[in-house]
């Protein structure tokens, strides 16, 4: 099987959601990838580095320089005549720019995968994670989103793709880039953090939450996150979001703190290696999942930690 990935980036550097989604591909046969930009020659000459990847397809046009998913689409669209199966990371660009591929193929989208079991049978997570199906597809091309945490990321040296430019229908002429606010900050990205410290709605307000989360995720080098209620309250921005209508994140350390661990929350972060939660009722149902667990106060309790590190 014939298999594309098409690789999330700024234009400079590759984004780390995609080795996972390369090591997806690869359980499922020969693996090309499509780097759409404009001034990307780089990510693809990163991308041909990759291990295991045969062939990297590079569409350099200013059409492609914000990844519209309208004129992404298209361009893809064009390259499934020579690949049986198209992949994504499951990130809001790639979640995007599938279903209008499976559309226009008329084919069912398969999402955010777990594993594959076959060809073209894959498993998938189902009622906010709590239960997991198995699905098989029948139709003639594939078109699938890959979750990220739950494959192991390609190694990105060590291979010697060869790289091909390629060049799609152009501008569909529907949609438009108009400007994009980025939140700098030095802490790492959610998705690809090693340790998280996370945010709920007991911290009471930006203030607080600055006041007491921020001095211990410096310690730890950490990236912060938060539950929805903290991001509906508006604690902290949007993208802060841990859970399943906001980020899938699996660190080596999550620590909960103020977070009941509502099933929605739990869908975004259970799969952490090791899970610490800092909550005052006992009986919150984050402790079920919590490899270590503190009753406490946080307004006390973190600060102490805090220091002690
Ligand atoms: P609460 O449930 O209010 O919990 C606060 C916790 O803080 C409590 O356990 C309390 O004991 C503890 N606490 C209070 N004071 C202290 C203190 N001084 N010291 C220590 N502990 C204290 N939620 C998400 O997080 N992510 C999602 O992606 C998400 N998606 C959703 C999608 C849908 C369709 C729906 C319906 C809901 C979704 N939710 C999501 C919301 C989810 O159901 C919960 O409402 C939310 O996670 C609760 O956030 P919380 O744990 O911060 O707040």
Redesign the pocket.
Known sequence: MKTLVWVEHDNSKMMDATLATVTAASQLGEVHLLVAGSGCGGVGEQAAKIAGVGKVHVADHATYEHALAENVAPLIVDLMGHHDAVLFPATTNGKNIAPRVAAQLDVMQISDILSVEGEKSFTRPIYAGNAIATVESSDPKLVITVRGTAFDKAETEGGSATIEDVSGPGDAGVSSFVSEEIAASERPELTSAKVIVSG???LKDGATFEQIIMPLADKLGAGVGA????VDAGYVPNDY??????KIVAPEVYIAI?????I??L??MKDSKTIIA????ED?P?FQVADVGLV????KAVPELTEKL
């Open positions: 709920g709605r007991a539950s929805r209620a903290a979001q841990v859970g399943q209508t906001g103020g977070i009941s661990g509502a929605q929350h869908a975004g800092i909550n005052k009722d919150a984050i406490a106060d946080l307004f």
